[in-house]
């Protein structure tokens, strides 16, 4: 159960006190219209979950995947509308295909796995401001029903009995953290270090701790649950985009070739299924320099994809150039109003860098979903 606890926004580390000075400076504006006319590069946000925020002693889940509260969204949404020129993905794609600019100020909304949360909460706003949206979903999720893989690991992780994490995986043997914190520390690491491990492995991992904690992931709790097929073609229908995210969120870089054909075609045939035809768009799984490579692109440009989207961060000064691994810029819960908007404005200075791999501390996300 998720319980709401206050949240103001306010900054985090240097990076978010520096966007906020910015903010109160009132000079955000004045520098957009500047940047805009020296700089024609497409902006592509990147968010995950949008909930209220939980109470981290009692919530069962990865806090990192929270993107925003829904205040804080429904907010961001509104200064793009009146600042910005938010277009569909698809939109980027037909200009690139036609030789054409984009506008200046294009910042393009994007979602990643396929939460309910998606349709429940980001969906209603979106729609009532008028602002377009990309949702990449994982489609196998979507058809089972099941929790996304990684979001069950942290799970089983923070509610096991067990007193030993036996991991000869990632030779880890040791106790776990008698808290909540410590767990959640534990987590990520475990996280990071296996994302260095095939896809496959990583899949043959996480279902041997269900079977040894018996925490089986039969069916996904309220928390941690995907959207519905009857819920994509309701938004669908209402105009927003949906492209793939593979079909079981592995790492597509870190699959055999048929396994990695089968995660890019499968996904393609389950959306002209569900949705018919329509642009095809890509966002690959974790999506950091380790999840995608040019055998990725090469399969996904031959499919008939017309984009893909990295977790890599940045701008993309000619979209043209890296149409199938373009940068996006991380939004997360963290980020008050003044960090979101000196990010859209400066955001080489003042966005998320490209997530590492070891632990960190403070503002600096250690590694992506």
């Known amino acids: 159960m998720v319980i709401q606890t206050e949240d103001r926004g306010l900054a985090?580390?240097?990076?978010?006190?520096?966007?906020e000075l910015c903010?109160?400076?009132?000079?955000?504006?004045?520098?957009?219209?500047?940047?805009s006319?020296?700089?024609?590069?497409?902006?592509?946000?990147?968010?995950?979950?949008?909930?209220?925020?939980?109470?981290?002693?009692?919530?069962?889940?990865?806090?990192?995947l929270i993107s925003a509260p829904p205040d804080r969204f429904r907010e961001q949404m509104l200064l793009l509308k009146q600042r910005y020129n938010p277009m569909r993905l698809s939109d980027v794609a037909a200009a690139l295909n036609d030789?054409?600019?984009?506008?200046?100020?294009?910042?393009?909304?994007?979602?990643?796995?396929?939460?309910?949360?998606?349709?429940r909460i980001a969906f209603p706003i979106l729609r009532e401001l008028g602002v377009p949206a990309t949702f990449f979903v994982s489609t196998g999720h979507i058809d089972s029903g099941r929790p996304y893989a990684y979001d069950w690991l942290v799970h089983m992780i923070l509610v096991t009995a067990a007193q030993q994490l036996?991991?000869?995986?990632?030779?880890?043997?040791?106790?776990?953290?008698?808290?909540?914190?410590?767990?959640?520390?534990?987590?990520?690491?475990?996280l990071c270090r296996m994302k260095e491990l095939g896809a496959l492995e990583q899949a043959a991992m996480i279902q041997r701790l269900e079977q040894e904690w018996r925490i089986p992931s039969d069916t996904a709790p309220p928390d941690c649950r995907p959207m519905s097929w009857e819920q994509i073609r309701e938004m669908h229908a209402a105009g927003?985009?949906?492209?793939?995210?593979?079909?079981?969120?592995?790492?597509?870089?870190?699959?055999?070739q048929a396994a990695l054909e089968g995660e890019v075609l499968d996904s393609k045939a389950a959306l002209e299924r569900e949705l018919g035809t329509m642009p095809l768009l890509m966002s690959?799984?974790?999506?950091?320099?380790?999840?995608?490579?040019?055998?990725?692109i090469d399969i996904t440009r031959d499919a008939g994809f017309q984009l893909a989207c990295s977790y890599m961060s940045g701008t993309n000064p000619q979209p043209a150039s890296n149409r199938y691994a373009l940068n996006r810029l991380a939004i997360e819960r963290?980020?008050?109003?003044?960090?979101?908007?000196?990010?859209?404005?400066?955001?080489?200075?003042?966005?998320?860098p490209t997530p590492t791999y070891q632990s960190g501390s403070g503002e600096e996300r250690t590694c992506s979903h």
Do not use: C
């Not at 030789?99 to 393009?108: C, F, I, N, R, Y």
């Open 284 to 296: 690959y799984p974790v999506g950091s320099m380790r999840a995608f490579d040019e055998r990725v």
């Open 37 to 64: 006319w020296l700089q024609k590069d497409l902006r592509i946000l990147a968010y995950h979950r949008i909930m209220p925020l939980p109470d981290p002693a009692t919530y069962e889940f990865d806090l990192e």
């Open 23 to 35: 903010y109160s400076s009132g000079l955000l504006h004045s520098l957009q219209r500047v940047r």
């Open 99 to 119: 030789g054409k600019s984009l506008p200046a100020d294009t910042v393009v909304v994007t979602f990643d796995d396929g939460y309910d949360d998606n349709y």
């Open 334 to 352: 963290n980020m008050g109003k003044g960090w979101f908007a000196s990010m859209l404005t400066m955001p080489h200075l003042m966005s998320y």
């Open 240 to 256: 927003f985009e949906i492209g793939s995210h593979g079909v079981h969120h592995w790492m597509l870089s870190k699959l055999p």
């Open 12 to 19: 985090v580390g240097l990076r978010g006190q520096l966007g």
């Open 166 to 190: 036996v991991l000869p995986e990632l030779g880890l043997d040791m106790a776990l953290p008698p808290d909540r914190q410590g767990r959640r520390a534990l987590a990520t690491e475990v």
